[in-house]
């Protein structure tokens, strides 16, 4: 049986850019695409529902984790042996979604990430100096603490495989942007495997984007995480958060 994949939008004020991030996704990959909007003020609903996706919405704002958690838990329901997660911002290529399945499809890794240090230009590309300096920082610590290489750990394009969204305690993290950090040392604490393929990505005032206070709170968060991490792989404390989750009859694929 061919691998079902479905692609997850988290959407937030995504009306003016959604249609141009339809667009571009594959039209083997349109099947399955599930929107969950967080509580948009404009009308990223009624575009959605227009494009004949599959909506979820969010009564009060729950976060950029929040919505993720939706995401993946609405898509594992729909059977997904693949999950893509991409912005509908149109930051980021949806043309490169063949590359990222790839690996999840060969069943050579768990998961992978679209990263910019790899698809090079990054600066060329919009990316302020500050977020590019603080994006090599964090990673470069993350690849100590993990002890395995990335290029990039805030990438906000990826693909899972259902055994790697079966396997993280996902209502165990953050409900903020710390869950794109959080996911990944949930994985490493579980011996899941990563690959990354080279992206590009778009800046423009429509492209959703943290300011360098928020940016700043988040650097130190993920830090946070980091020393969680590393305290658990030590055993000096154990969180629950890094154990394998084993799911529940009813939510395993029928």
Known sequence: MEPKIVIVLPAYNAAKTLDRTLAEIPPEYQKHVILVDDASKDNTVGVAKASGLIVFEHPTNRGYGGNQKTCYRESLKLGADIVVMLHPDHQYDATMIPLLTRPLLNHEADAVFGSRMLGGRPLEGGMPY???????ILTA???IIFRRYLTE??????AYTRKYLETVRLDENS???LF??????????NNLTFQEVPIVTRYFPEASSINFGRS???GFGILGVLMKYWLHKTGLVQFRQFEAHTPSPNQSRA
């Open 141 to 143: 610590t993350a690849n």
């Open 180 to 189: 794109d950090t959080e996911i990944i040392a949930q994985g490493m604490a």
């Open 175 to 177: 409900d903020d942007f």
């Open 216 to 218: 700043v709170v988040y």
């Open 130 to 136: 500050w977020k590019y300096f603080a994006n090599v």
């Open 153 to 158: 750990i805030h990438s906000g394009f990826r």
